[in-house]
């Protein structure tokens, strides 16, 4: 599915406390699904061809308590997710700046 769609099922999704979001993109296709409550998060999902996706993460978080926020709080972390794959850079610190890291 595309950006717009998962942005509309994770934001229609009913989310079990406790649950885990496992999401993947795979060029401009997207992925998702919720693990069970008590499931530990393991690797990507590979595609029947054994590919793996271009970028992939479990999250685990609190999810947001309004319907409004939903939206803004899923681009971030498509987003973050992003990052993760040699995307924008998210605010890391260089590892030479000493602690406490201010800006």
Do not use: K
Not at 22 to 37: H, T
């Amino acid at each position: 599915m595309d950006r717009a769609g998962l942005l509309t099922d994770l934001a229609e999704a009913r989310i079990a406390p406790g649950a885990v979001l496992y999401l993947e993109r795979r060029g401009a296709d997207y992925g998702w699904r919720w693990l069970r409550p008590g499931t530990v998060p393991g690797q990507a999902t590979a595609a029947p061809d054994g590919s793996l996706p271009d970028a992939w993460m479990f999250y685990s978080g609190p999810w947001p308590a309004n319907r409004p926020d939903v939206p803004g709080f899923l681009d971030d972390l498509l987003a973050e997710m992003g990052s993760m794959a040699g995307g924008s850079d998210r605010c890391r610190w260089p590892l030479d700046q000493p602690y406490p890291h201010v800006h």
